[in-house]
């Protein structure tokens, strides 16, 4: 028989880092000591060279402090860094949580309320999942113990401080900010733009380097090439974006769209709304604009061609695409246009918050681009072209400014150039096609199996999402026929599935549902 039983003590003296815990298990007649697994949780809300500097104090006092108490055992110390306190979900703190979900944790020290949350509701709801897991939380300046009787309502008490403090301060700085708006103080925000870099006054200086590629992306907008052209243009040059990464269509629009390369600046040019959230101003609160207020990488002149140019590219997409009611009289093509590359018909797809509609390769949507590359053709363009009795089939190819030609070919033609028969169409990824899409792992890393649509054959198979995602070298991976998935049954529960060749290369495939260790 065995018998458990538990001991908690707590002794508070006035040097709070004494304090000790002893948990007894009596397994029959013997006893034994387990030490508090203790961990510590800290946080700081900005970026700042003191900030980042504070953090590092903060690990390396708790590390200290938990590896000198011999009734300790070190649980790790978990941080956010640069992330509000009216945040829930800091990868820091959810990480704490998960843990002591999983019985990792006994207590947890943090400086204060403040520290581990900003937010009331945060901070209560979050202790009360602790509380519930015999997991304590230690807040250092305040005293408070979360598994004592007055701690919730200290808590409660702190906390509602807390949030009402940082909520002063935050209306404090925005009156700051304001005042500095209107005597026109400039108030950059941004510490580093590609092309740019600050001097000691926190002036924009440009950075010769990255400046030329600056001019070069509005050279080649002002001459009509596209943001996947030029996107495209300085991936091939291997050149970076200031965070080291590779460019995209919304990179090189954001750089076009910049005020700052004539020399201007835009104060306010973004706030922090109501859910604390930094978005664009678009009207909301008074904005002011400084012109000639740093050094200018591109003039005046060429930053208004290229603005002329993006503004005529949207006018092309936009010309002809007033949305009405889907019906055969205003769309009289709308069931009658195919395309080219794989035989599937077009359907619409509406951008630009209702404003602009396209027609798009349902192969493409269905069965991704390694099944079709697809086309996208703007409605007007296509109501231009209509001209056709009968179905139109359409492919489009790119010119050297990444601008979209559009071919059409009849029925007839297009058959006689594409003899093999179109395959049945597959069903679409849902669960009422695939009943058994979410309940199926793999069997060597745990990763999601996801469908997978093969080109040339026309068959749906199921692959290792990490092995896709994350490369062989992650792990080798699962594919298996979705036929053999089909044939099993009735899939009530999470299986793992590894196939496994036999001596005469056949391929075998076997599941379980015990999830495989990392």
């Known amino acids: 028989m065995l018998l458990l039983a538990f001991r908690v003590i707590y002794r508070l003296p006035k040097r709070k880092e004494a304090w000790l815990v002893e948990i007894q298990i009596r397994e029959g007649n013997r006893e034994q000591k387990r ?12 970026d700042a060279d003191e900030q980042e500097n504070s953090l590092e ?65 945060i901070v209560l709801e979050a202790t009360r999942k602790l509380k519930e897991l015999n997991v304590g939380v230690f807040f250092e300046l305040q005293n408070i113990n979360t598994l004592s009787g007055e701690g919730e309502l200290m808590l409660t008490i702190l906390a509602a401080f807390a949030q009402a403090e940082s909520e002063s301060g935050s209306a404090g700085a925005k009156m700051v900010y304001q005042r500095k708006y209107e005597a026109g103080i400039p108030v950059q925000y941004l510490e580093r733009s590609f092309g740019y870099t600050k001097d000691e006054r926190g002036v924009y200086i440009a950075d010769e380097e990255e400046a030329v590629w600056v001019r070069k992306i509005y050279d080649m907008a002002a001459q009509g090439y596209t943001l996947a052209a030029i996107k495209r243009y300085l991936n ?52 002011w604009y400084i012109e000639d207020d740093h050094e200018a990488i591109v003039s005046p002149e060429l930053w208004q061609k290229a603005q002329d140019a993006l503004e005529a590219k949207r006018d092309y997409l936009a010309e002809g695409s007033v949305i009405e009611e889907f019906t055969e009289e205003n769309y009289p093509y709308m069931n009658r246009i195919y395309c080219a590359r794989c035989g599937h018909p077009l359907y619409r797809r509406i951008y630009s918050n209702g404003n602009r509609l396209n027609w798009g390769c349902s192969g493409t949507k269905r069965y991704g681009k390694s099944f079709c590359e697809g086309i996208n053709i703007p409605d007007g363009v296509l109501r231009k072209a209509w001209h056709f009795d009968g179905n139109m089939y359409i492919d489009e190819k790119p010119s050297v400014k990444g601008t979209k030609e559009f071919t059409y070919l009849k029925e007839s033609s297009w058959k ?57 070298a992650f792990c080798r991976g699962t594919r298996i026929p979705d036929s053999v998935i089909s044939g099993w049954g009735e899939i009530k529960k999470d299986i793992y599935i590894q196939r496994k060749d036999d001596k005469n290369g056949k391929k075998r495939y076997s599941y379980t549902s015990k999830k495989p260790t990392a």
Request: with cysteine.
């Open 236 to 287: 091939e040059n291997n050149v970076k974006t200031v965070g080291g990464a590779e460019w995209l269509d919304s990179t090189v629009l954001r750089i076009l769209e910049n005020e700052i390369y004539k020399g201007d600046y835009i104060m306010h040019k973004y706030f922090v709304n109501e859910e604390r959230k930094l978005v664009r101003n678009r009207g909301e609160v008074d904005a």
């Open 416 to 472: 006689r150039r594409h003899k093999k028969k179109v395959p049945e169409a597959i069903p679409e990824n849902t669960e009422e096609a695939y009943p058994y899409r979410k309940k199926i792992f793999c069997g060597l890393c745990g990763s999601r199996l996801v469908r997978h649509v093969n080109p040339k054959s026309h068959k749906v198979i199921w692959i290792c999402n990490g092995a896709k995602r994350k490369g062989v």
């Open 35 to 46: 030490k508090l697994r203790v961990c510590a949780y800290c946080r700081v809300s900005t």
């Open 57 to 121: 104090n903060q690990i390396r006092h708790y590390e200290t402090v938990i590896k000198a108490n011999p009734s300790y055992e070190y649980a790790g110390v978990y941080s956010d860094f640069a992330i509000s306190g009216f945040k829930e979900k800091r990868p820091g703190l959810q990480k704490m949580l998960a843990d002591a979900q999983k019985g990792k944790i006994d207590l947890i020290l943090t400086k204060s309320v403040s520290r581990f949350a900003r937010n009331t509701s």
